[in-house]
Nanobody, 118 residues
Framework: QVRLVESGGGLVQPGGSLRLTCTAS????????MSWYREAPGKFQRELVA????????NYGISAKGRFAITRDDAKGEVYLQMNNLEPEDTGDYYCNGWNYITNHEYWGLGTQVTVSS
């Protein structure tokens, strides 16, 4: 059973940067599509921020394009989300998601909170 743990959230001023890390344990992620989702305050639904395939192909939600970058290090079992030029609208709980396309198992972390405010 793969377990995902997010870290790196916090309070940052508008225009600032944060780097989130998702660390997997209990199994590898080499055959897993990894994603970051955001749940904005009061929304109760998760919005796709960025996704990276096992081959390293990355795609982004509209709000993240040009500002965020998702990368992965399968040897370390980690996925990263570099967030630049943050805006108050980026505030929310960020969740790491993994989908293993071999076993069809899906995994979620417990989230890390990001607050963008002056």
């Amino acid at each position: 059973q793969v377990r995902l743990v997010e870290s790196g959230g916090g309070l940052v001023q508008p225009g600032g940067s944060l780097r989130l890390t998702c660390t997997a344990s209990g199994g590898g992620i080499s055959r897993t599509r990894m994603s970051w989702y955001r749940e904005a305050p009061g929304k109760f639904q998760r919005e796709l921020v960025a996704v990276i395939s096992s081959s390293g192909e990355a795609n982004y939600g509209i709000s993240a394009k040009g500002r965020f970058a998702i990368t992965r290090d399968d040897a370390k079992g980690e996925v990263y989300l570099q967030m630049n030029n943050l805006e108050p609208e980026d505030t929310g709980d960020y969740y790491c998601n993994g989908w293993n396309y071999i076993t069809n198992h899906e995994y979620w972390g417990l989230g890390t909170q990001v607050t963008v405010s002056s």
